[in-house]
């Protein structure tokens, strides 16, 4: 295994983490009950400027609670993008639904909402959407269409915390949306996530239905109406969470510099033609969750550009995989195209990032890769 100088993600817990961690184990409130998840919860809720904030395990948990608090169920359809991890269609399977996908703006990335109305049928019960690598979606579009349609709205915001448009928040225009705070994410707490809403009722059955189905305000007799889920967070990851929280808007500023620096250097390089970056959607304010960057104008293949990255200690991943084609989906749509999707996993890949990350090291990034690529090319025209 090759040494990471730079590997693709590493948190900066440089708060009161340790601080408000260590109260929670001196006071032995470390289960699913106790100050720092009242606290996170309420905190959150007043970041967002939103109802209801319901901490959970982690992000994936979040988005099947959120579908079976919506009442989604066997043979319901729920319209996905198709650019986008597993997390939202395993969640979507969990439930019995089918996934219905929608090609990304080739421009944006993120789910194309033209094309959202022409898969509604008599079946779809709810439009996913993903604010993808910490881009805001068109919610204005897609609101309207739901709105339409009646057709309730997820908002998968785990990679965009603090994102917005028109200064509304991600995750605030929704029925229901989720965060997840992993590792890698710009504020986390190892493991975790959350639900949030305005509706009082769906705030409520999330409640209820992560926690096993206990009573809400009952007497705990062990006597359960309905099949629940273990899927609480405990008081020590809330403890991490609520010194995160305290920097949000330094730890978004860091990456956010960072992937400005990132992205003008290629822009400004002899070879800006060969790589190419998201775009922003109208009036919106957008969080650098990972440093992303596509090739264009080019047959080099982005796994030979990693492998070589590897070689001096610089990680990186690939774009995520195009969701119609995962083995796992019970009925999936593998003979639809979806060449943006296909495009993005081809020749897209996110390098080291993080709120850690220095100008130099982000210097130093962008040079090895533009050499790097530089190199495979000219062996690649050499060869040609």
């Known amino acids: 295994m090759s040494y990471k100088k730079y ?13 408000y961690l260590n109260d929670a184990l001196d006071t032995n409130w470390i289960s699913s009950t106790g100050k720092y998840v009242d606290s996170f919860e309420n905190n959150f809720s007043e970041y967002l400027n939103i109802n ?6 982690n992000g994936t948990v979040a988005l099947h609670l959120a579908l079976v608090a919506l009442g989604v169920q066997k043979d ?14 395993f969640a979507i399977e969990y439930v019995g639904a089918k996934p219905i996908f929608i ?17 509604i049928t008599k ?18 579009a897609i609101m309207k269409i739901a709105k339409k349609h009646n057709l309730k709205v997820i908002e998968d915001a785990a990679e965009s915390h603090g994102a917005s448009i028109d200064g509304m928040k991600c995750g605030t225009f929704g029925d229901i949306s989720i965060f997840s705070f992993y590792a890698n994410k710009i504020i986390t707490s190892g493991e975790g996530g959350a639900v949030v809403t305005n509706d009082d009722e769906l705030a409520l059955k999330c409640r209820y239905y992560k926690n096993l189905c206990f009573k809400i305000n009952g007497p705990r007799d062990f006597q359960h109406s309905d099949i629940g889920y273990n899927y609480r967070m405990s008081n020590l990851h809330a403890a991490l969470l609520c010194a995160q929280l305290e920097k949000i808007d330094y730890y978004i500023d860091k990456r956010n510099d960072c992937f400005n620096n990132f992205k003008n250097y290629f822009l400004s390089s002899d070879l800006d033609n060969f790589f190419s970056f998201p775009k922003p959607e109208i009036d919106s304010f957008n969080v650098a969750w990972v440093n992303v960057i596509k090739l264009e104008n080019t047959n080099i293949n982005i796994n030979d550009l990693r492998f070589e990255l590897s070689k001096v200690g610089i990680d990186s991943r690939n ?13 999936g ?39 790097t690529f530089s190199e495979l090319k000219a062996n690649n025209d050499k060869n040609s």
């Open 7 to 19: 590997p693709v993600s590493i948190p900066e817990l440089s708060g009161n983490e340790k601080k």
């Open 52 to 57: 209801h904030t319901i901490t959970v395990s």
């Open 76 to 89: 319901d359809e729920v319209i996905v993008s198709n650019h986008n991890g597993v997390y939202g269609p």
């Open 103 to 119: 090609e990304s703006k080739k421009d944006t990335w993120n789910i194309d909402p033209s094309l959202i109305e022409e898969k």
């Open 123 to 140: 079946k779809t019960k709810a439009i996913m959407i993903v604010h993808i690598y910490g881009y805001a979606c068109d919610m204005k």
């Open 319 to 331: 774009l995520f995989y195009p969701s119609h084609k995962q083995l796992f989906l019970k009925n």
């Open 333 to 371: 749509s593998p003979n639809e195209s979806f060449s943006i999707s296909e495009d993005l996993y081809l020749k897209g890949m996110y390098v080291p990032s993080g709120s850690n990350l220095e100008k130099k090291d982000i210097l130093y990034i962008s040079k090895t890769i533009e050499k």
